[in-house]
């Protein structure tokens, strides 16, 4: 039964955990797979062939393994490879860019949007796109902040350093008076609390995880897709694509807890698979 099987999320490395507890909090009775790229990240800083080529190699590892629906946890891969993904394979594949949009333009009252991503996904203009495309009118202010993956990876979320390089990457937003603003990246959602501190209560954050995990649920109901066995069947998979130590320690400041069933895997050896 189709229903059964897992629902697979791929991310550039170890980031799009917090797009796999979003959905793992949302919808318990789910089996997840993840595969987290982490031979080749970052994707933030590489060219948009590079990127499409990387997604479309995850996801066929991950067709491979029988699975009902694709997450793109990754907003650089959401940014640059949907289009590749969607025509190349035959199952519902859902990105992170229109949830985070859909929800900022349901939370802003000014108009006001903040972006920040990677320098690729600022660089592809798919936030500032779909924003001006859904809401004409719209005025986006884009920023790329580099620097808050490592830091997130280094476990530095209330950290005097993490707060100064907050403080200069978004006093620009700041000026531009933005209200709402999309955290669109998968590591910054960690940074949640001092994003907020730094901006102040006047300005609304989206958690693309959160919103992206809340329009699967719906998906899932109206393709008739939903299945309410979770773990007692079988425990969610991980698989990596450089060694495990470091995506286990990292794995644990992101979920709060320690991973198990994680595999390492070489795409690059992959027979290819016909979707
Ligand atoms: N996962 C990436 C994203 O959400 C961040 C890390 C990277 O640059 O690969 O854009």
């Given at each position: 039964?189709?229903?059964?099987?897992?629902?697979?999320?791929?991310?550039?490395?170890?980031g799009?955990?917090?797009?796999?507890?979003?959905?793992?909090r949302?919808?318990?009775?789910?089996?997840?797979?993840?595969?987290?790229?982490?031979a080749?990240v970052?994707?933030g800083?590489?060219?948009?062939?590079?990127?499409?080529?990387?997604?479309l190699?995850?996801?066929?590892?991950?067709?491979?393994?029988?699975?009902?629906?694709?997450?793109?946890?990754?907003?650089?891969?959401?940014?640059?490879?949907?289009?590749?993904?969607?025509?190349?394979?035959?199952?519902?594949?859902?990105?992170?860019?229109?949830?985070?949009v859909?929800?900022a333009?349901?939370?802003?009252?000014?108009?006001?949007?903040g972006?920040?991503?990677?320098?690729?996904?600022?660089?592809?203009?798919?936030?500032?796109?779909?924003?001006?495309?859904?809401?004409?009118?719209?005025?986006?202010?884009?920023?790329?902040?580099p620097?808050?993956?490592?830091?997130?990876?280094?476990?530095?979320?209330?950290?005097?350093?993490?707060?100064?390089?907050?403080?200069?990457?978004?006093r620009?937003l700041?000026?531009?008076?933005?209200?709402?603003?999309?955290l669109?990246?998968?590591?910054?959602?960690?940074?949640?609390?001092?994003?907020?501190?730094v901006?102040?209560?006047?300005?609304?954050?989206?958690?693309?995880?959160?919103?992206?995990?809340?329009?699967?649920?719906?998906?899932l109901?109206?393709?008739?897709?939903?299945?309410?066995?979770?773990?007692?069947?079988?425990?969610?998979?991980?698989?990596?694509?450089?060694?495990?130590?470091?995506?286990q320690?990292v794995?644990?400041?992101?979920?709060?807890?320690?991973?198990?069933?994680?595999?390492?895997?070489?795409?690059?050896?992959?027979?290819?698979?016909?979707?």
């Amino acid at each position: 039964m189709k229903q059964n099987k897992p629902i697979a999320v791929f991310d550039s490395g170890i980031g799009g955990l917090t797009v796999y507890r979003e959905l793992k909090r949302r919808l318990p009775g789910e089996n997840f797979i993840y595969l987290g790229d982490t031979a080749r990240v970052p994707y933030g800083t590489k060219s948009a062939d590079t990127i499409v080529k990387y997604s479309l190699q995850n996801a066929e590892f991950l067709v491979s393994l029988g699975i009902k629906m694709l997450v793109v946890a990754c907003n650089t891969a959401s940014s640059y490879a949907m289009e590749a993904l969607v025509d190349r394979f035959d199952m519902p594949i859902i990105g992170v860019i229109p949830s985070g949009v859909r929800r900022a333009l349901k939370l802003t009252a000014s108009g006001r949007v903040g972006v920040i991503a990677t320098e690729s996904t600022v660089q592809s203009g798919s936030y500032q796109k779909l924003l001006a495309e859904s809401r004409p009118g719209v005025e986006v202010a884009a920023r790329a902040c580099p620097l808050f993956v490592p830091l997130v990876e280094e476990g530095w979320l209330d950290h005097s350093v993490t707060r100064q390089v907050s403080e200069v990457y978004l006093r620009p937003l700041a000026e531009a008076e933005i209200d709402t603003l999309i955290l669109g990246c998968t590591h910054y959602p960690m940074l949640k609390q001092m994003i907020g501190e730094v901006l102040g209560p006047s300005v609304q954050l989206v958690d693309s995880a959160e919103a992206l995990a809340m329009e699967i649920e719906g998906i899932l109901t109206s393709l008739s897709l939903e299945h309410k066995g979770g773990d007692a069947e079988a425990p969610d998979a991980f698989y990596v694509t450089d060694s495990i130590p470091r995506f286990q320690r990292v794995a644990g400041i992101f979920l709060g807890r320690e991973l198990a069933n994680i595999r390492q895997v070489d795409l690059q050896f992959l027979p290819r698979q016909e979707a």
